[in-house]
T-cell receptor, first 116, second 109 residues
Framework: GAVVSQHPSRVICKSGTSVKIECRSL??????MFWYRQFPKQSLMLMAT?????????EQGVEKDKFLINHASLTLSTLTVTSAHPEDSSFYIC????????????FGQGTRLTVV | GQNIDQPTEMTATEGAIVQINCTYQ??????LFWYQQHAGEAPTFLSY??LDGLEEKGRFSSFLSRSKGYSYLLLKELQMKDSASYLC??????????WGAGTKLIIKP
């Protein structure tokens, strides 16, 4: 299957700082990528849909000024958590689908963010 | 609204068989997926059903009935490493994935 690489896998930051998470599709061009957040023992919560060359589409309740998404190329989308607070501590996962297939989503490895 | 229902938690014995059910109500249907997620890791793809019937893949099988809005994941010859959460997801008419909350499967020796 296709490969999606997410970096970093773990990050600890201080309150008030910003953290950038990268998501790369390594062997296909992803016009659309998805960013999820998952709290312990809960399911995936879609935060936003990232579209190459245009603004991201955010789900209701997700602050677009706090969670900045940039999809500057067909293989890279970034999520920046700005002015992070302890309640932003979570597992963030990106996924992408090969646009030619309309089938399974391929997930990055996930990023465990801890804000102290 | 769109809704995916699956049991929160199930327990089974090593070597046995377990069936995890998923019912859905979505705006359109373009397939149903099952993913496995171990704690602290990203989900990994298990199966995809778009037509009615049973798809078998080794120890894992997945069944779909579109008329009933129902699917199940069948795991045979359970192994301790099968302890994980199993996520059901439906692709709607906009090709968006709608996720269930996941079923935590606990395997006991």
């Amino acid at each position: 299957g296709a490969v999606v690489s997410q970096h970093p896998s773990r990050v600890i930051c201080k309150s008030g700082t910003s953290v950038k998470i990268e998501c790369r599709s390594l062997d296909f061009q992803a016009t659309t990528m998805f960013w999820y957040r998952q709290f312990p023992k809960q399911s995936l919560m879609l935060m936003a849909t990232s579209n190459e060359g245009s603004k991201a589409t955010y789900e209701q309740g997700v602050e677009k000024d706090k969670f900045l998404i940039n999809h500057a190329s067909l293989t890279l989308s970034t999520l920046t958590v700005t002015s992070a607070h302890p309640e932003d501590s979570s597992f963030y996962i990106c996924s992408a689908r090969d646009p030619g297939l309309n089938t399974e989503a391929f997930f990055g490895q996930g990023t465990r963010l801890t804000v102290v | 609204g769109q809704n995916i229902d699956q049991p929160t938690e199930m327990t089974a014995t090593e070597g046995a068989i377990v069936q995890i059910n998923c019912t859905y109500q979505t705006s359109g249907f373009n397939g149903l997926f099952w993913y496995q997620q171990h704690a602290g890791e990203a989900p990994t793809f298990l199966s995809y059903n778009v037509l009615d019937g049973l798809e078998e893949k080794g120890r894992f099988s997945s069944f779909l009935s579109r008329s009933k809005g129902y699917s199940y994941l069948l795991l045979k010859e359970l192994q301790m490493k099968d302890s994980a959460s199993y996520l059901c997801a439906v692709m709607d008419s906009n090709y968006q994935l709608i996720w269930g909350a996941g079923t935590k499967l606990i395997i006991k020796p």
